[in-house]
Nanobody, 117 residues
């Protein structure tokens, strides 16, 4: 069974940085898509960044140049490095793992990121 545990959220001032971690178990890194999503109050959940089969990387336009997704297969962990944070980045951030073959689609519990002075 695929399990995901996020960590690293918190309160940061505008312009600051945070690194989120998603510890993954049970997902095949050669055929999965790991995505970081976020949901702000009153808004729909949106994709922030994704890494597919360990090689293809996509970012939302709103975070390009500021956020970086990466994967450490030895640690079974996907990271989201967030720099130059803005108040609009405030949201609950979720990690998602999907099989490219449709075998699973699992979510973590989420971690709160608050950008405020």
């Amino acid at each position: 069974q695929v399990q995901l545990v996020e960590s690293g959220g918190g309160l940061v001032q505008p312009g600051g940085s945070l690194r989120l971690s998603c510890a993954i178990s049970g997902s095949d890194s050669s055929s999965d898509a790991i995505g970081w999503y976020r949901q702000a109050p009153g808004k729909q959940r949106e994709l922030v960044a994704a890494i597919i089969s360990g090689t293809i990387i996509n970012y939302a336009d709103s975070v390009k140049g500021r956020f970086t997704i990466s994967r450490d297969n030895a640690k079974n962990t996907v990271y989201l490095q967030m720099n130059s944070l803005k108040p609009d980045d405030t949201a609950v951030y979720y990690c998602n793992a999907k099989s490219v073959w449709g075998k699973y689609d699992n979510w973590g519990q989420g971690t709160q990121v608050t950008v405020s002075s």
